[in-house]
């Protein structure tokens, strides 16, 4: 090794306390330092010395060896040099050249720091210390000169710079160190660094100054994350709004933020808008851009909280961009808050990043393309052989290979009777509608929705049953929410989402008049049997259910077909469901619970495994944006297909932004009864159509 960097970086701070953890564009001020010094080209080994556990953590995750450094060597009064030298004993290494590098100068270039041990490397110097070019003069309190003649002023551009000490780094022969016992001596040389990296954190007015400095100072890097979220006034527009005489109004956005928008989506980013005011202009651009928003929020910050929960999202990998101070709180729960250039200045000092185009005139592209940046290629696509969709070859002893012994082995795919409809191979697909809980518990929403369903030509409508007091965990009972209704509990939230017997007597009543049949996923024991006192015709196995061994042997007990989703489960954990429920009634979904579903994740040849493993119906349960992956489902045998379905994407809850609006519905059917007519039966033959052409094109030769 010939050159080590020591970061001294005690947890003590007189100054602001626990400095060398406090952040600084988004990173702690010693990971900063060490990343300064690993991206130094001639830095061959970092260590952090210090007496502090959580600076340790931080710094051995950013890449540095840790040194503990002991009591004597952290107080106070204690010397720079006597960590250094502490470390290189405790290590046991020599090097010909050691860099003290210090945390409280948050913008180190690694260039100006390999330089400057260059310089010892070379015999240039013995000692270096980094320094800011100046021609300032300077005065004694008691009013003489100390680097000039008062009576001698000589122009600026006649006068030699001198330099001041920045105490960013200094770079020393360790021989000279352990000789001398201080950082100078022999040959000292400085080494220039710019203005905009010589600031020195001594006090909190220095630290908020870096912290304003950093989005202009720090290199763009790309932001690896897996959802932005964005305030829309300020961010999508320019914060300015057209209004014609008739009160309408209008808003600039930029049309490349919509391509942004798309990368964004198909790399698997989640995105969602946020607005505090409730405007139909922000709706419509939602709705065109194709993400959720949420408007009218009082508290963007707890709002914030409770999509991430719901969404499943680590905080630390999620962007929020905003302009003004009613962004600070959701910027503060979020790893990479976001500022726009013409932001407020609060907004901009507590940003990670600054992006270099206003609002309106390309923010958020300029923000997703840095987002896709981070993101990793996707892998060359693989090889795979097409599944049989055939008998299985048999083995010399009779068993079908490979699946002697698994459930439903050697069984013919059975149809299952809903009602008066047969679901299964060869009949038409049964189409379901999941209304789930995008009712919001508006019965006129959900009539609303049980009508888009009808006319879209759908069989059935699916809703959600759960007991909230049941199915709330202890620890989210009493979590306020924000909701459409005003500020309450989550609990007060799902009862006040949740429809009772009456409201189910007239849904029931209403597709029995349009010709639907309607059912529900229970979630608890007593939803069972609410749902039986309902006598519905079918009940269904949430994804989230398939290990609830007690609901689903309540579920065997009524004798009703049984829909099972499969989403998020393993085949031994669908294995023990088929066990309990039983195969003679059963229809299976396959179904990936991401909401909503990249491409990548729909694994549609499963729909094949199940049906080979189990001989049983298989359907299709889809959250993805968009038709084509139902589709394909269609044609790869699913008999039955469900998708979310909602008035308008933009609306309150967690799942319409992965449903689809009425047109899309209405254009899945459409779509699937074309898929029924041109599958045929296989059988190859001259069709009618083909007969003027033979007779006219056919050339036949002996």
Not at 47 to 58: L, N, Q, Y
Not at 233 to 247: E, K, L, N, P, Q
Not at 484 to 510: H, S, V
Not at 623 to 640: C, D, K, N, P
Request: hydrophobic share 40%; glycine share 8%.
């Amino acid at each position: 090794m010939r050159v080590l960097a020591v970061v001294p970086a005690r947890g003590g701070s007189a100054g602001v306390p626990l400095k060398n953890l406090a952040l600084v564009g988004g990173v702690p001020l010693v990971t900063r330092a060490v990343r300064a010094c690993l991206r130094a080209e001639l830095v061959d080994q970092v260590v952090v010395s210090t007496d502090h556990a959580g600076i340790a953590e931080t710094a051995r995750e950013a890449g540095a060896t840790i040194v503990d450094r002991p009591e004597e060597l952290s107080g106070a009064t204690a010397s720079s040099e006597s960590a250094v030298l502490h470390a290189l004993d405790t290590l046991g290494v020599d090097p010909e050249v050691v860099v003290l590098v210090q945390c409280t100068s948050a913008f180190i270039d690694p260039k100006d720091l390999s330089e400057a041990v260059r310089k010892v490397l070379d015999g240039e110097a013995d000692s270096v210390v980094s320094g800011l070019p100046t021609h300032e003069f300077l005065w004694t309190s008691a009013g003489a000169g100390i680097n000039h003649d008062p009576a001698v002023r000589p122009r600026r551009q006649d006068r030699e710079a001198q330099f001041r000490e920045n105490g960013a780094f200094y770079v020393m022969r360790t021989s000279g160190l352990r000789e001398r016992g201080h950082r100078f001596f022999g040959q000292v040389a400085v080494q220039p660094v710019p203005p905009q990296h010589a600031v020195e954190i001594d006090n909190p007015e220095d630290l908020e100054l870096v912290r304003a400095l950093a989005p202009f100072i720090d290199e763009p890097e790309p932001i690896d994350v897996d959802a932005v979220i964005t305030d829309f006034d300020g961010v999508h527009t320019d914060d300015r709004a057209y209004v014609d005489s008739d009160g309408r109004e209008m808003v600039l956005v930029s049309r490349s933020d919509g391509m942004g928008v798309s990368l964004l989506k198909r790399s698997g980013v989640k995105v969602l808008v946020m607005s505090t005011e409730h405007n139909p202009v922000v709706a419509a651009r939602a709705r065109k851009l194709g993400v959720p928003v949420l408007q009218g929020l009082a508290e963007k910050r707890i709002v914030l909280r409770d999509w991430l929960t719901i969404e499943g999202l680590d905080p630390a990998r999620v962007a929020y961009v905003g302009n003004d101070v009613n962004d600070l709180g959701p910027m503060a729960e979020v790893g990479w808050p976001i500022a726009t250039p013409d932001a407020h200045p609060r907004v901009r000092a507590a940003a990670r990043v600054v992006l270099t185009r206003p609002g309106g005139s390309g923010a958020v592209r300029e923000l997703c393309d840095r987002v896709v940046a981070a993101r990793p290629e996707p892998p060359a696509a693989e090889v795979r052989t097409r599944p049989r969709l055939g008998p299985e070859r048999r083995s010399s002893g009779g068993e079908s290979e490979g699946r002697a012994n698994e459930p439903g082995s050697g069984r013919d795919h059975e149809r299952v009777a809903i009602g008066d409809v047969l679901v299964g191979d060869g009949e038409p697909v049964y189409v379901i509608g999941e209304i789930g809980i995008n009712h919001n518990g508006d019965l006129d929403i959900a009539r609303r929705l049980i009508d888009v369903a009808a006319d879209a030509g759908c069989q059935a409508v699916k809703f959600q049953k759960r007991t909230p007091a049941i199915c709330v965990p202890e620890e989210q009972k009493g979590q306020i929410r924000q909701t459409p209704w005003g500020e309450m509990t989550y609990l007060e939230y799902k009862e006040r989402t949740e429809f009772g017997y009456d409201e189910y007597r007239q849904i029931a009543k209403y597709c029995d008049e349009r010709g639907l049949h309607w059912f529900a996923s229970p979630w608890d024991v007593p939803s069972v049997e609410f749902l039986e006192e309902m006598d519905v015709l079918v009940h269904k196995v949430a994804s989230a259910s398939v290990a609830d061994h007690e609901l689903l042997r309540v579920l065997a007990a009524t004798g009703k077909p049984i829909i099972l989703s499969t989403g998020m489960s393993t085949l031994s954990e669908i294995d023990a469901a088929v066990e309990i429920l039983g195969t003679d009634k059963l229809i299976m979904m396959h179904a990936t619970s991401t909401y909503p579903l990249p491409p990548e994740e729909a694994n549609l040849r499963t729909i094949t495994t199940l049906k080979e493993r189990y001989g049983v119906p298989v359907g299709y349960s889809g959250h993805e944006r968009g038709l084509q992956i139902s589709l394909a489902a269609v044609t790869l045998g699913a008999v039955t297909v469900e998708r979310h379905i909602t008035l308008d994407r933009t609306m309150w809850g967690s799942d319409h932004a992965a449903s689809l609006e009425p047109a899309g519905l209405e254009h899945l059917v459409r779509d699937i009864r074309i898929i029924e007519q041109a599958m045929g039966d296989g059988v190859k033959r001259v069709f009618p159509g083909e007969e003027a052409p033979k007779a006219r094109l056919r050339r036949v030769t002996v």
